[in-house]
């Protein structure tokens, strides 16, 4: 979908589309670090954006859905953080080369070539020390998990994920599940592709 397809399903949508709680697996993967400078690609309504300046850190959010942004703004002056947000193309966006504690690549599903690139940007813009989180909706959701998009390549799997971090140090990669809310109260498990790296320290 390009941007201006996700304006429309934001601006369609009453509300948030996701939910105004940060994703479970960022949470596991950031708790615990020391707040610094953080970058949040493809952040939507900015989530998980907000709960990091929650947290302390300092953050700077992208999407290319000025919709999408708009929102996030919202969010972070209803909770009463600060949060610098622009609207840029992940795929075209370049960071400063090591200027970040933390880069969080949450649910963005492109295909590979894509992907790599802003694997690669992500993976420069950390400082030594600094800490990568990449999660999305795992490969083998389709035939084993729910919801998510249903083209397999644009699905992640961990092996490919890990890939594009040379020089990283990879300290997790796997497959988990996420429960999922069902309308008859009940759970079922969508599956996540869970990578969280680390630039060694000069």
């Known amino acids: 979908m390009d941007s ?12 948030l589309v996701w939910s105004a709680e940060p994703n479970r697996f960022v949470v596991e993967s950031v708790t615990g670090l020391t707040p610094g400078a953080a970058l949040d690609l493809a952040a939507g309504e900015g989530r998980n954006a907000v709960w990091l300046a ?14 999408a942004v708009a929102r996030g703004r919202e969010l972070a002056a209803g909770r009463n ?3 610098e947000w622009r609207v840029a193309d992940v795929t075209a966006y370049r960071p ?45 959701n389709l035939t084993g998990g729910t919801g ?3 083209d397999p390549a644009v699905l992640l799997t961990p092996e490919a994920v890990v890939d594009g971090l040379a ?16 309308t ?3 759970t079922v498990d969508a599956l996540d592709t ?5 630039r060694p320290a000069d």
């Open 54 to 67: 929650e947290q302390g850190w300092r953050v700077t959010a992208v999407d290319f859905s000025p919709v």
């Open 148 to 150: 998510g998009p249903q």
């Open 194 to 198: 869970v990578v969280v790296a680390t």
């Open 167 to 182: 020089g990283l140090h990879i300290r997790r990669a796997e497959t988990a599940r996420r429960p999922v809310s069902t």
């Open 4 to 15: 201006s397809a996700w304006d429309t399903r934001y601006a369609s949508t009453p509300g």
């Open 96 to 140: 400063v080369p090591g200027s970040y504690d933390l880069v969080l690549i949450s649910y963005l599903h492109l295909p590979a070539d894509d992907l790599a690139g802003v694997l690669a940007a992500a993976r420069q813009a950390l400082r030594p020390g600094g800490s990568l989180v990449v999660v999305g909706h795992d490969l083998a």
């Open 81 to 83: 953080v600060p949060v």
């Open 184 to 186: 008859d109260g009940g």
